[in-house]
């Protein structure tokens, strides 16, 4: 079946700017994740959600970031007012933990704030 | 929180030879994922083990939960194993706290 799809694939944006990341989880996946990877910090995670729980935000590294999910299924990564820190590539996971804790990532979203 | 370390940091091998990946965890875990960042970024699951041996082919993995440790062995390596090797922890279905990597490098 389809895995994990993100869009954009590239982003350019000015510094200043808001930009939103779009993620779409596999099919039937209650939980899903965002992270983000760049040269300084590695893989870090950002937020998660499950199911209608509330999401863990404990990862978001500013204000600037929020996400939701909608109706249980598609999410989406805003970040307002962006910095050239906020340069990285956004990636998504999604799993079904009444089957597996198994994440499966998509091909991420490349975003350079100039 | 939880400290994920890899080790080597980098490899280089020739074509054909075998290689084993450690990560070293600082607490108990039950999930557990080694991916392959192919070039063009993309996260390939390779393995989820938390616990126990598994193969798929030429890679293994054998996670030994009660001492915090996981091995990844590559057999007969290929150039287009290439890439950075992830190895990832958490509990249940909270988040993946990721390793440093193992970047290989294989050339014919």
């Known amino acids: 079946g389809a895995g994990v799809s993100q869009s954009p694939s590239n982003k350019v944006t000015e510094k200043g700017k808001d930009v939103e990341l779009r993620c779409d989880p596999i099919?039937?996946?209650?939980?899903l994740y965002w992270y983000r990877q760049s040269l300084g910090q590695g893989l870090e995670f950002l937020i998660y959600?499950?199911?209608?729980?509330?999401?863990?935000k404990s990862g978001l590294p500013s204000d600037r970031f929020s996400a939701e999910r909608t109706g249980g299924s598609v999410s989406t990564l805003t970040i307002q007012r962006t910095q050239q820190e906020d340069s990285a590539v956004y990636l998504c996971a999604s799993s079904r933990p009444d089957i597996s804790y198994e994440q499966y990532f998509g091909p991420g979203t490349r975003l350079t704030v100039t | 929180g939880i400290q994920v370390e890899q080790s080597p940091p980098d490899l280089i091998l020739q074509e054909g030879a075998n290689s084993t990946l450690r990560c070293n965890f600082s607490d108990s875990v039950n999930n557990l994922q080694w991916f392959h960042q192919n070039p063009w970024g993309q996260l390939i699951n390779l393995f989820y083990?938390?616990?126990g041996t598994k193969q798929n082919g030429r890679l293994s993995a054998t996670t030994v939960a009660t001492e915090r440790y996981s091995l990844l062995y590559i057999s007969s390596s290929q150039t287009t194993d290439s890439g950075v090797y992830f190895c990832a922890v958490g509990t249940g279905f909270q988040k993946l706290v990721f390793g440093t990597g193992t970047r290989l490098l294989v050339s014919p």
């Open positions: 099919s039937g996946h209650t939980a």
């Open positions: 959600f499950q199911g209608n729980s509330a999401p863990d």
């Open positions: 083990i938390p616990s």
